[in-house]
């Protein structure tokens, strides 16, 4: 009976030796199966920053001033040396027209010229002879106005003076019928005389104004022919641009070092009166020009810097110059640049970094999640459970007050710099999820 009771309590000890064994069994391969099941997560606890923004765009170079190179209209175009794009310098040849051509102009230009030079002295010759007439005329004029002045003046006193000697021999008394038509006889005749000289006086005053009157047409027409007619000094200077091209051997040279930006002239054409070509003036500094969409234009002000990228050559402290709004809602950024040797129409690509926004808690981009128009985050939180500590995700919610391409500025729910924010898992996480750490 003793001997039965050792096995029993023989047995027993066993099969609770047993029954730990595949307890500790049971729990690890529980522990393996979750560490299948449970995603693993990285982390990232916020810093305490401000969000930076760089806004990086291509653009290209123009020069601030074109040219346009003009020359005379009508002229037979032989040879184009340049095209669109090429770099030319000061001086050099353009195209060239044909000589022929531009001889026969000058002649025809010079026979003009030579014509209205003649018709010129032609009219100088009369101006002068008509001013010359009208002095005598003036002369003439003068004398017969004052002979007639001078009679009427002296009939006018006769009559007078005849009835004043009539009244005196009558001497106050009564008359007779024939003496009294006498004395009304010599009165009218008295009236007639003075209004005859003073008609005579008018009369003069009007043949001297009108005379003096032509010698004035006289004298203005003999000075327009010695003033050189309009259409014959555009001429003249006509002539010598074309006497100057000829000099030049037909040649169209560039006024200034540049880039040929357009053609408008052909060969075999004859040239017109607006620019054969135009070219950028490179002694007018460079531009560049870029379009950004409106949110990167908000970041940029006039006045900011900016850093240029050319053929792995760098400007710094590229200077914002203005903005310009597109139809389409992009902005076009201007900028200044200067002391470089980079060529008009070549591409750069711009950098700049906009000022720094107010400092707070920051985040990875990554970690950031959005619901129904909502921001939040989902930190690690320790769970106790059955089989021990569990790291759990909980939902944060956040305001996002700015980012960028790599962080976002937050606030609110409680987020602190020891919160471990996560940003990365190899499954998908939401709020309660059992995680684990990544551990690499």
């Not at 000829?246 to 620019?275: F, S």
Request: net charge negative; hydrophobic share 40%; glycine share 6%.
């Amino acid at each position: 009976m003793k001997k039965n009771h050792k096995m029993i309590r023989r047995m027993a000890l066993r099969a609770l030796v047993w029954f730990f064994a595949a307890m500790v069994c049971l729990t690890i391969v529980s522990r393996a199966a979750a560490s299948f099941t449970v995603p693993r997560v990285i982390t990232k606890t916020p810093e305490y920053q401000a969000v930076s923004h760089t806004v990086l765009a291509d653009g290209t170079l123009l020069a601030k001033r074109e040219m346009a190179i003009v020359t005379e209209a009508d002229l037979l175009v032989d040879t184009v040396f340049v095209s669109v794009g090429q770099q030319i310098a000061q001086g050099e040849a353009i195209a060239s027209v044909n000589l022929t051509d531009l001889s026969e102009k000058i002649e025809l230009l010079s026979e003009e010229i030579r014509a209205a030079e003649q018709d010129q002295k032609t009219q100088q010759t009369n101006s002068s002879v008509a001013l010359k007439r009208a002095k005598e005329d003036l002369e003439t004029a003068s004398s017969y106005a004052q002979r007639a002045v001078d009679k009427a003046k002296e009939e006018a006193d006769s009559a007078a003076a005849a009835y004043q000697s009539y009244q005196n021999m009558l001497g106050g008394r009564d008359v007779t019928e024939e003496e009294y038509r006498q004395s009304v006889a010599l009165l009218e005749e008295k009236k007639a005389k003075q209004e005859a000289y003073e008609q005579a006086l008018r009369d003069k005053e009007t043949v001297l104004r009108d005379a003096d009157r032509a010698i004035e047409d006289a004298v203005r027409a003999a000075g327009q022919s010695e003033t050189k007619q309009p259409g014959r000094e555009l001429k003249q200077k006509q002539l010598k641009r074309y006497q100057a091209l000829l000099e030049a051997e037909g040649n169209i040279n560039a006024p200034a070092a540049g880039i040929v930006t357009e053609m408008i002239g052909r060969a075999g054409q004859k040239t017109t009166d607006t620019a054969f070509c135009m070219i950028s003036d490179l002694g007018s500094g460079l531009l560049f020009t870029a379009q950004v969409n409106k949110e990167d234009a908000a970041l940029i002000g006039i006045g900011d810097y900016m850093t240029l990228k050319h053929n792995n050559q760098k400007a710094e402290d590229v200077t914002v110059s203005a903005q310009k709004t597109e139809s389409d809602g992009s902005v076009t950024i201007l900028a200044d640049v200067a002391g470089t040797d980079w060529v008009p129409g070549s591409s750069a690509a711009m950098e700049l970094s906009a000022k720094p926004s107010e400092r707070g808690l920051t985040v990875p981009l990554s970690a950031l999640r959005s619901q129904d128009g909502n921001y939040y985050v989902l930190v690690l939180q320790d769970t106790q459970t059955v089989l021990g500590t569990q790291k759990t995700a909980v939902r944060v919610d956040v305001t996002v007050k700015e980012k960028n391409d790599n962080l976002a500025l937050v606030e609110g729910g409680g987020l602190s710099g020891d919160s471990e924010v996560i940003t990365d898992s190899d499954r998908a996480v939401s709020n309660g999820s059992k995680v684990r750490l990544w551990e690499k």
